[in-house]
């Protein structure tokens, strides 16, 4: 189901955007060494190597959210800081978004895995080609912590010259409708970075900035994990 967002745009006036169909591309480091680091990581708990690299997997519209807290079914779930591409058929934006990941059903399926959980984006833009000659030098960062009064714990970090390049991948994906656009809409995460020490692990609160050294302005977001009781 299409689901509306608004965003603030750097520079410009808010835009108001139905997103009709969302993806996540995964496996799209551009060092070979480390998409098999990452790989390495979830297969220490349990996840199977991808058939392919990269892949692009849908997901519900309706799971994309800027809201600063999200519900699941247990506690196995985790994060994932990642560049985001946002088309609205007049313009391509720049984004910051979470793949977060059930990484218990992970282990059975990596496309249900992550169906089931909302994916959390900041409610900030950019304007893709106020960046794009400069993509590469755009940092991200992730900070984990399980405690509202706990100090954040560095989880992961990078800047984009780690992942494909991102018009490379919005050609490549099956939402492309020219080259450099995609299909008015669409709303596509485009791969995260490893993380930095002790493993891929849930928390109860994740934080994530991207960074942009060279129009000087910083886009963050946070949000909490609440988890259901389940019934058995």
Known sequence: MPNTLTFAVAGAEPVTITIERAIIAGWTGRN???????IAELE????????????????AA???????????VDATGSGEAEPLVIDDGKKL??????????????THSVALSKQICAKPMAPALWAFDEVVSHLDQIAIRSFIRDDENAAWIPYQEGTLASIRPLLELIDASPSAASPSRL????????????????GVRPARFFRMEMTDPVLGRTIEHCYETRTLPVIS
């Open 62 to 72: 309706g799971l994309v959210t800027t809201d600063e807290a999200m519900e699941t």
């Open 93 to 106: 934006y720049l984004g910051l978004g979470s793949d977060h990941t059930d990484r218990q059903l992970e």
């Open 183 to 198: 299909e008015p809409g669409t709303a596509m995460m485009c791969g995260t970075f490893a993380v930095l020490s002790g």
């Open 44 to 59: 220490a708990i349990g996840v199977p190597p991808p058939s392919a690299v990269p892949l692009f997997y849908r997901v």
């Open 32 to 38: 070979t060494d480390a998409v098999n680091h990452h």
